[in-house]
């Protein structure tokens, strides 16, 4: 286990503040914000590079606050990984090994047992400046495993590879991680990234921890505005709401939608684009929500499409280009929009 306990730290402007985050061995918490938000700094605070000016940091029931990097038994990646370009493999990896003064025949035994693991084997005797990012990725995290830590900090370790090579990667990772039974700290500003390798996620914002929860929950249930915004969530209004059998109706405007959320007076409400249904004609369904109206935009992005309609409330919803191309929907087009009363999240 590994523990942040009220850590808190001052670096010029940056402030992080009060933060408490705990995680059990063989988990995996990733650490989602956007671009100074202070996840860099918490996993240098965790691993030792920094001192916090309050709170502690707790790694199984030892306090290590005081205690040097080195001394801590954390394995830590960066996303530049680092690594000593005119060095071999085999040196990269073992030199955490030679540190611990190892002998010669542990060494070698150690190494060669994390390259096996790792898909690199073949390359010990290479270069690193001679290897490709997924490559020199999978060099990196050899390194940091092979000393056995107690915990594991990535920064954002797929940042330097394609997005293919990051998918194998990532699968790669997952299987590796699974082996270890240890806590890791992932660092990363990709949602997608997230959601696949979560046990669950930390969204961080401006020094502070906003919400800490399973991937799912993060992206349909935020706890705030700023965390809707920043997953995506795209639907997000203010409204008044009172309580109903089995949840609650809120009023939007002139409009009111049900919610399963039991929650009464002055909310926000979100609801996130993919859950909500497109159609030409109004559809017969077990959702508690269908709006009427007139699309105002249609916007093209990727593999999805947004499509927004003024319901006497600006609604968008996501669906494929496929669908856009069946429905035959062009900007000012009547559409109705249905969703679940479960989709409409309420904070």
């Known amino acids: 286990m590994i523990a ?41 605070l965790l691993a030792g590079f920094r001192r916090p000016s309050e709170g502690s940091v707790l790694i199984g029931d030892r306090d290590v606050t005081q205690l040097p990097p080195e001394r801590r038994g954390i394995g830590f990646v960066y996303q530049d990984y680092l690594l000593f370009p005119h060095r071999s493999v085999q040196d990269n990896i073992s030199y955490g090994l030679e540190v611990q003064n190892l002998r010669r025949e542990e060494i070698t035994k150690r190494v060669d047992e994390i390259a096996k693991r790792a898909g690199i084997l073949p390359l010990l005797d290479r270069r690193t400046r001679n290897l490709s990012g997924g490559e020199q990725q999978r060099v990196a995290l050899a390194r940091a495993l092979v000393t056995e830590p107690k915990v594991l900090l990535l920064d954002e370790p797929f940042a330097a590879v394609d997005p293919n090579t990051k998918e194998t990667l990532m699968r790669e990772m997952g299987r590796l991680l699974d082996k270890n039974r240890i806590p890791v700290i992932y660092v990363t500003h990709d949602q997608v990234e997230a959601m696949e390798m979560a046990d669950r996620i930390a969204v961080m914002n401006e020094g502070r921890l906003v919400q800490v929860d399973e991937p799912e929950k993060v992206f349909s249930e935020p706890k705030s505005e700023f965390v809707a915004s920043f997953v995506g969530t795209r639907n997000i209004f203010k409204g008044k709401s009172r309580l109903v059998n089995g ?60 499509l927004t309609g003024d319901c006497g409330i600006e ?33």
């Not at 705990?22 to 671009?35: M, N």
């Not at 280009?321 to 309420?346: C, I, M, P, Q, W």
């Open 315 to 347: 609604v968008t919803a996501a669906i494929t280009r496929e669908s856009l191309r069946e429905l035959e929907l062009t900007v000012g087009d009547e559409v109705f929009l249905t969703f679940k009363a479960s989709s409409v999240n309420l904070f």
């Open 247 to 306: 949840g609650s109706i809120v009023e939007v405007g002139s409009v009111e939608l049900r919610s399963n959320v039991t929650l009464e007076g002055h909310v926000h409400m979100t609801i996130r684009p993919e859950d909500i249904l497109v159609s030409g004609n109004e559809i017969l369904s077990s959702a508690r929500n269908s709006l009427k109206g007139r699309i105002i935009s249609i916007v093209e992005k990727s593999q999805l499409v947004y």
């Open 4 to 44: 942040a306990e009220s850590l808190s730290y001052t670096a010029g402007k940056f402030n992080l503040q009060d933060v408490s985050l705990r995680v059990e061995d063989s988990e995996t918490v990733v650490i989602l914000g956007p671009t100074g938000a202070g996840k860099t700094v918490l996993l240098e």
